[in-house]
C-alpha cells in the first residue's frame, strides 16, 4: 500500500473517494462537492500530504513554512482553511526558473503553502472523479502510474503489434498557454458542476504573479492542481486520437481474431498513443 493509500485509510476518506470513483463511472454529475473539500479529514489529509512533500520547505510570497503551521492547534489550522475557502483569494505567485538539459529554463510558479494546502484539499476530491474519465494510456502525474508503466505499454505495443516506430511528441509551452474558458468547460463536461468550486479553481488559475500581473492563461507547473488540470486539458485529444483506432467504434461485434483482420483491410492508420504529460508518442 501506498503513503497516499495509508494517509487516505488513517483518515477514513477511502470510502468517499471510492464512491466518487463509481459514481463518475457510472455517469453521474456532481453539484454539492465543497462539503467534501471543508471536511476535516480531507483538510488534515491535505496538509500531511503537503508537509511530506519536500517542497513544503520552499516559502511563497508570505514567507510561511511548514514549521508556521505545525505550531497551529489542529482546529485552529482546520478553521484557518475554511475561513480562507469560504471566501477565497488566493495570494501571489512567486516565479522562478530552473534550468533545463538543454540550456532553456522552465518557469515554476511557487504559491503560498496555504494556498498550496487549499489546493490539495480540492485535489484530492476531484481527482477521483477525472480518474474514471481519463484515457487508460496516459500515465503521468497519476495514481499508481509510473514511467516505467508508460515504457512497459510503449514495449508491448512494439513487440506485440509489431509497430517498428515511435514518434515522439512535446507540446511546446503547454502548461503556459492552457485556455481558461475551455479547461472550465471540460471539467463541467467531466460531471463537475459545483459552480462555487468552479469559481475557486478559477481565482487559482488567474492568481497573480509577482512581476508579471494576472495571467490570461496557463497553468503554472509548480502548482498542486496543476498537473491534474493539465490531464483534464489533455483527455479530449486522448480520447480523439484513441477514437482513430485502439477504440474506433464499430456497429458489428467481432472475435478477436475477425477484429485483427478487420483492422488489416481498414483505411484507418493503425496507431496507438502513450502519454506522459505534455509528453506523447502516438
Request: charged share 25%.
Amino acid at each position: 500500500m501506498s503513503t497516499l493509500e495509508r494517509s487516505t485509510e488513517y483518515y477514513g476518506l477511502t470510502d468517499l473517494f471510492d464512491q466518487l470513483y463509481e459514481s463518475s463511472l457510472n455517469g453521474e454529475t456532481f453539484r454539492e462537492l465543497y462539503q467534501f473539500i471543508v471536511l476535516k479529514q480531507n483538510i488534515l489529509l491535505a496538509y500531511r500530504n503537503i508537509k511530506r512533500n519536500s517542497g513544503s520547505k520552499t516559502p511563497g510570497v508570505d514567507g510561511i513554512t511548514i514549521s508556521d503551521i505545525e505550531r497551529l492547534n489542529e482546529n485552529d489550522f482546520v478553521e484557518i482553511i475554511r475561513a480562507n475557502l469560504s471566501n477565497y483569494r488566493p495570494g501571489p505567485v512567486r516565479r522562478v526558473y530552473i534550468p533545463k538539459k538543454n540550456g532553456k529554463k522552465r518557469p515554476l510558479g511557487i504559491p503560498n503553502l496555504y494556498d498550496r494546502i487549499i489546493q490539495q484539499t480540492i485535489k484530492q476530491v476531484i481527482e477521483p472523479i477525472v480518474e474514471a474519465k481519463f484515457f487508460k494510456h496516459s500515465y503521468g502525474f497519476r495514481p499508481l502510474r509510473s514511467v516505467e508503466q508508460a515504457m512497459g505499454r510503449m514495449h508491448s505495443v512494439i513487440n506485440n503489434v509489431q509497430l517498428h516506430y515511435v514518434v515522439d511528441v512535446d507540446i511546446k509551452g503547454f502548461f503556459d498557454n492552457v485556455n481558461h474558458n475551455l479547461l472550465r468547460h471540460q471539467i463541467w463536461n467531466m460531471g463537475i458542476r459545483d459552480t462555487k468550486l468552479i469559481a475557486i479553481i478559477s481565482k487559482i488559475l488567474r492568481a497573480e504573479i509577482v512581476g508579471e500581473g494576472t495571467p490570461v492563461k496557463g497553468t503554472p507547473q509548480g502548482g498542486v492542481l496543476s498537473p491534474l488540470l493539465a490531464n483534464i486539458v489533455l483527455n479530449d485529444l486522448d480520447q480523439w486520437i484513441a477514437s482513430q483506432w485502439e477504440n474506433f467504434p464499430s456497429k458489428h461485434r467481432y472475435s478477436r481474431g475477425k477484429l485483427h483482420r478487420a483492422l488489416k483491410v481498414t483505411t484507418l492508420k493503425e496507431g496507438y498513443l502513450v502519454r506522459y504529460a505534455d509528453d506523447c508518442a502516438p
